[in-house]
């Protein structure tokens, strides 16, 4: 009598990715990052769309409404927006030549677009300011104007996308690029059909990154602003407002409005993200 071998386990017996139980290790890690974010994220969010709707929707209705509150919204939405496509060209060829070009320099450009990080956003305004101020010593005068909050939102959102293409550009194997020279294509036809693909999804993750930032950027643009009513006044600083003047359901309903606005365009951008990700 002969034993038969058990069947041999093939990929449809297999459990599905994520369907095994936890062990008690990775059980107790997902229970305090979940901990960790719901004090530092879920939480207090909840509480800012407690307080927006503390006077029932009537109230947070009206509040959302008010023409200045809907001229800041406008006019964060649509710089954020700008920001994050032009930060998506120029952060694109900034990373280009830090990866790809041998250069004088090339250190000092490498710690120049890490400088947002480390400089506090109002030194940042500090210095747009006495650039570009009514002052200024090269005649540009940006102050109280709409392409001085987009001058200070560049500033800001600049390393973004920088930072997320280089680390791509830098795992991305030659081959193919030299193999499309070789059969005749230019680099702009090399770039649009090889490099890019590869790069979008990196892109994306940037410009989703300086979208976030510029929504709710305040110390930059507080001073170059002028925060002119219906003109250069961004939603952070309509927020900082409303908390001077006591309306406090005012200021959460605008951020109710900013959380929500913001939460689109990134889960819009994700979805183009995973897009492009399966595309290439």
Same mark, same amino acid.
Do not use: C
């Given at each position: 009598?002969?034993?038969?071998?058990?069947? %041999?386990?093939?990929?449809?017996?297999? &459990?599905?990715?994520g369907?095994?139980?936890?062990?008690?290790?990775?059980a107790?890690? !997902?229970? $305090?990052?979940?901990? =960790?974010?719901?004090?530092?994220?879920?939480l207090? $969010?909840? #509480?800012?769309?407690?307080? #927006?709707?503390?006077?029932? =929707? %009537?109230?947070f209705?009206?509040?959302?409404?008010?023409r200045?509150?809907?001229?800041?919204?406008r006019?964060?939405? *649509?710089?954020a927006?700008?920001?994050?496509?032009?930060?998506?060209?120029?952060?694109?060829?900034? @990373? =280009?030549?830090?990866?790809?070009?041998?250069?004088?320099? +090339?250190?000092?450009?490498?710690? *120049?677009?890490?400088?947002?990080f &480390?400089?506090?956003?109002?030194?940042?305004?500090?210095?747009?300011?006495?650039?570009?101020?009514? /002052?200024s010593?090269?005649? *540009?005068h940006?102050?109280?104007?709409?392409?001085?909050?987009?001058?200070?939102?560049?500033?800001?959102?600049?390393p973004?996308?920088?930072?997320?293409? +280089?680390?791509?550009l830098?795992?991305?194997?030659?081959? &193919?690029?030299? #193999?499309?020279?070789?059969?005749? &294509?230019?680099?702009?036809?090399?770039?649009?059909?090889?490099?890019?693909?590869? !790069? !979008?999804?990196?892109?994306?993750?940037?410009?989703?990154?300086?979208?976030?930032? %510029?929504?709710g950027?305040?110390?930059s643009?507080?001073?170059?602003s002028?925060?002119?009513?219906?003109?250069?006044?961004?939603?952070?600083?309509?927020?900082?407002? +409303?908390? +001077? /003047? /006591? /309306? $406090?359901?005012?200021?959460?309903?605008?951020?109710?409005?900013?959380? @929500?606005v913001?939460?689109?365009?990134?889960?819009? *951008?994700g979805?183009?993200?995973? =897009?492009?990700?399966?595309?290439?």
């Open positions: 009598m002969s034993l038969l071998a058990p069947p %041999a386990r093939t990929r449809a017996h297999e &459990a599905e990715p369907t095994e139980p936890l062990r008690p290790g990775p107790a890690g !997902l229970g $305090l990052a979940v901990l =960790w974010l719901s004090v530092l994220v879920l207090p $969010l909840a #509480a800012v769309v407690v307080k #927006a709707t503390g006077a029932g =929707w %009537a109230g209705a009206r509040a959302v409404t008010d200045e509150e809907f001229a800041a919204l006019l964060t939405v *649509l710089s927006l700008a920001v994050s496509a032009v930060n998506a060209v120029f952060g694109t060829l900034i @990373a =280009w030549v830090l990866v790809r070009d041998r250069f004088a320099g +090339q250190r000092v450009l490498e710690v *120049l677009v890490d400088l947002p &480390a400089l506090p956003t109002i030194v940042a305004g500090l210095v747009l300011l006495s650039l570009y101020g009514p /002052d010593p090269i005649g *540009l940006a102050y109280a104007t709409r392409p001085g909050v987009l001058l200070a939102l560049l500033f800001v959102t600049l973004f996308v920088v930072r997320s293409v +280089q680390p791509v830098l795992a991305l194997e030659t081959d &193919a690029e030299e #193999a499309a020279r070789s059969l005749g &294509a230019g680099p702009v036809s090399t770039f649009r059909r090889i490099v890019l693909p590869a !790069l !979008l999804p990196a892109i994306l993750s940037g410009a989703a990154l300086a979208f976030g930032r %510029a929504m950027e305040y110390g643009v507080v001073l170059i002028g925060q002119v009513q219906y003109r250069t006044e961004v939603a952070s600083l309509y927020v900082y407002k +409303q908390v +001077q /003047d /006591d /309306d $406090l359901a005012g200021a959460a309903s605008t951020a109710v409005v900013l959380l @929500a913001s939460l689109l365009v990134l889960a819009g *951008l979805l183009l993200r995973r =897009w492009a990700a399966r595309r290439g």
